[in-house]
């Protein structure tokens, strides 16, 4: 008969667990409990601590784009009601016929009757423009326990964001003529009204002298400058004018080198210093292009390869002359294709560059032209301007107008009496109809740019970086 007792007499030839165990026996045992630190999961074997490993998930979501302090025009841009998809408003260009700056008028002998003067006045006419995104969140996804908060809240602010990246930049750059669904930016209101006030700097940085001459250009147009706006490198370089002439005791803090140079003030007031990350150097063209393949335009041609020949208005100086690479993207509201690249041509001074490109469908609305240093690799073209598409196939010209890497810059009196944004609808979520498992919402704002008096503001164009400056 079989006993149900057990023993320690049962375990006399077992010696495993009772610390007469051999070296791999330990081993073995160590390997059973080894957490490990892999991150994908191995898989089912034997010793393997992967399973019983919660995942630690910080409770806060790291943000690696840009926030909204960086938001910085349209927050400040003076905004006034619209309320119809025409809006318009008046100018008064002059007081009299012979205009502002006529003098010695007027005057008159005792008993006379003095000359008629008639008061010259201007309508102009903005269009409404409209801006959106469509969100769409699963069901599911808004029911289970997210590790940073609602979705449906998160992908909203997220919608916003996206939209308030396209307004920030289309406020500075928006231009119709190639996007006839954008609204007209400042760069393209202050060059159509005023052309005398955009200054080519042909690659050189923003200096001092040169802020005083912009402020200079803006009082001799009656008005005052309160504000300019930069990419982040060019301002770095208005910092760097004032380092040779600090001294250590007299740093902003005891201990502390360099400065925080936030405004200039020159002869003609005092200017409020911004930099902006919407406002960029021309960079390279994106290889894979961007937008969904069915919506984009498709991948131009160069039919007739780059040609150089003299020009009267050329810019191409001698210090320009070499060989050069373009390269063109095909764009829309949809997208952007990826880049064409042309074969090299060599340059001289006095000469421009003509290429016809042909597009892949009406979908492109205009192309961007890119174009290397001189003997630069097709793969370091960099953006040098925005042309319309005006047929199926077209000429391009290059007279070196606008440089590779260089950037703009915008000294503004930003008050009402300036320019404003006119808004025919803050930023809006409308609901969508529910046509599956998710919930969908569009994200709007409706709206467009008023600048009232192009004169008294500047635009800077190929400004450049200070010497030995970082890349």
Do not use: C
């Not at 030839?13 to 045992?29: H, K, M, N, V, Y």
């Not at 040098?384 to 077209?394: E, F, H, L």
């Amino acid at each position: 008969m079989m006993s149900s007792f057990v023993s320690a007499a049962h375990y006399r030839d077992f010696q495993g667990g009772w610390g007469t165990s051999s070296p791999d026996e330990i081993a073995e045992l160590r390997k059973a409990l080894f957490a490990g630190d892999s991150v994908n999961d191995p898989g089912v074997s034997p010793g393997q601590g992967f399973p019983l490993r919660t995942e630690s998930l910080e409770a806060t979501l790291k943000n690696l784009t840009f926030e909204m302090d960086e938001i910085k025009l349209f927050k400040s841009i003076p905004k006034v009601p619209a309320f119809n998809t025409v809006e318009e408003y008046n100018r008064l260009l002059s007081y009299s016929n012979g205009g502002a700056r006529q003098f010695d008028l007027g005057w008159m002998s005792e008993g006379d009757l003095p000359d008629e003067q008639d008061s010259t006045y201007q309508r102009v006419t903005v269009l409404m423009k409209f801006l959106g995104v469509v969100g769409r969140v699963t069901h599911v996804a808004s029911v289970i326990r997210p590790a940073h908060g609602n979705v449906v809240a998160m992908e909203t602010m997220n919608k916003t964001m996206y939209i308030l990246q396209q307004l920030e930049n289309a406020l500075f750059f928006g231009d119709s003529s190639i996007l006839p669904e954008q609204f007209d930016g400042l760069y393209t209101l202050i060059r159509q009204g005023a052309p005398d006030n955009e200054i080519d700097l042909r690659g050189q940085p923003l200096t001092e002298d040169l802020m005083n001459d912009v402020l200079l250009r803006i009082r001799d147009n009656f008005g005052t400058a309160t504000d300019f706006y930069s990419a982040t490198g060019p301002f770095g370089d208005l910092a760097k004018q004032v380092y040779d002439r600090q001294r250590f005791g007299i740093a902003p803090q005891p201990g502390v080198l360099g400065a925080t140079v936030s405004a200039f003030q020159g002869q003609h007031g005092r200017i409020n210093l911004h930099d902006s990350i919407f406002i960029q150097p021309g960079g390279l063209a994106v290889v894979a292009g961007v937008g969904l393949v069915s919506k984009r335009p498709g991948l131009p041609t160069i039919s007739v390869a780059p040609a150089a020949a003299p020009s009267a208005l050329s810019q191409f100086a001698a210090g320009d002359a070499g060989t050069y690479i373009y390269q063109v993207v095909a764009a829309s509201r949809y997208g952007r294709s990826a880049p064409v690249t042309s074969a090299a041509v060599a340059v001289v001074a006095g000469d421009a560059v003509t290429f016809t490109v042909t597009d892949a469908g009406p979908g492109t609305s205009y192309y961007e032209v890119y174009r290397t240093a001189p003997g630069g690799a097709a793969g370091t073209a960099k953006l040098i301007t925005k042309i319309a598409r005006t047929g199926a196939s077209q000429v391009i010209t290059d007279l070196n107008a606008d440089l590779p890497g260089t950037s703009k810059a915008f000294a503004l009196m930003q008050n009402q009496r300036s320019f404003s944004w006119s808004q025919l609808l803050p930023m809006t979520r409308i609901p969508l109809a529910t046509i599956d498992t998710s919930i969908r919402w569009a994200q709007v704002l409706y709206g467009g740019v008023k600048v009232y008096t192009p004169a008294k503001n500047v635009v800077l164009k190929n400004v450049g970086r200070a010497a030995g400056s970082l890349p």
